[in-house]
């Protein structure tokens, strides 16, 4: 079966150190990736994608993630966390030849950055 | 640019009823999916339409669900005779319409459905 996994459901990191939130994916084919952040009774906001190219992809508020096919991961960083980046982390997957973004999602990774 | 609208943000229906959840997707946008978010789970989709077509219903329940993207308008998710297992939240997203098919979506910020 197609799935995203997100091990980790919550992540705890100091305020201005480096933060991973990984993802791992099993689909068919060439996915296309992306990460999603939720907050606090809000929708999902868009951060960043993989279609093809560069397996490292810049994203929005400095955030990034880097594909690793031979892994099937595709782990979000930042290299410097923020106390407004916490929230919560959604991983998700398009299958090969499905719509774009009829996605997969992971079950979430919560962000919490201690100031 | 606004951007996804859903209304009711927040919807509270007794057992029996009918919940009607609407979405406005952004200007320029074709392309409509709906999400469901049960608690303690990731979103789950539910159907992708186009403009008065549905292109892919795979995630809906067989029966009292239903959609539509008209013409004119926003698109309606509709559950009849809702059930307290309906509860959760319902998220929409559009995206527009690339020569890839490759544009990411934007959600909306959902609607919250109760069931008491």
């Known amino acids: 079966a197609q799935s995203v996994a997100q091990p980790e459901d919550q992540v705890n990191v100091a305020e201005g150190n480096p933060l991973t939130v990984k993802c791992t994916y099993s689909?068919?084919?060439?996915?296309?990736l992306f990460w999603y952040v939720q907050y606090p009774n809000r929708g999902l906001q868009f951060l960043l994608k993989?279609?093809?190219?560069?397996?490292l992809v810049k994203g929005s508020y400095g955030f990034e993630a880097e594909f690793n096919k031979s892994q099937t991961s595709f782990h979000l960083k930042k290299p410097s966390a923020l106390v407004s980046d916490s929230a919560l982390y959604f991983c998700?997957?398009?299958?090969?030849?499905?719509?774009?973004?009829?996605?997969?999602f992971g079950t979430g990774t919560l962000l919490a950055v201690q100031p | 640019n606004a951007g996804v609208m859903q209304n009711p943000r927040h919807l509270v229906r007794r057992r029996g009823q009918e919940a009607r959840l609407r979405c406005s997707p952004m200007k320029g946008h074709s392309h409509v999916y709906w999400y469901r978010q049960l608690p303690e789970e990731g979103l789950k989709f539910m159907v992708y339409l186009q403009k008065e077509n549905i292109i892919d219903e795979s995630g809906m329940p067989k029966e009292r669900f239903s959609a539509e993207f008209p013409k004119e308008g926003p698109s309606i998710l509709r559950i009849q005779q809702v059930v307290r297992g309906d509860s959760a939240a319902y998220f929409c997203?559009?995206?527009?319409?690339?020569?890839?098919?490759?544009?990411?979506?934007?959600f909306g910020q959902g609607t919250r459905l109760t069931v008491v």
């Open positions: 993989y279609i093809t190219g560069d397996n």
């Open positions: 998700a997957v398009t299958p090969y030849g499905g719509a774009t973004n009829k996605l997969i």
């Open positions: 997203a559009s995206s527009r319409d690339t020569p890839a098919g490759d544009a990411e979506a934007f």
């Open positions: 689909v068919s084919g060439n996915p296309y």
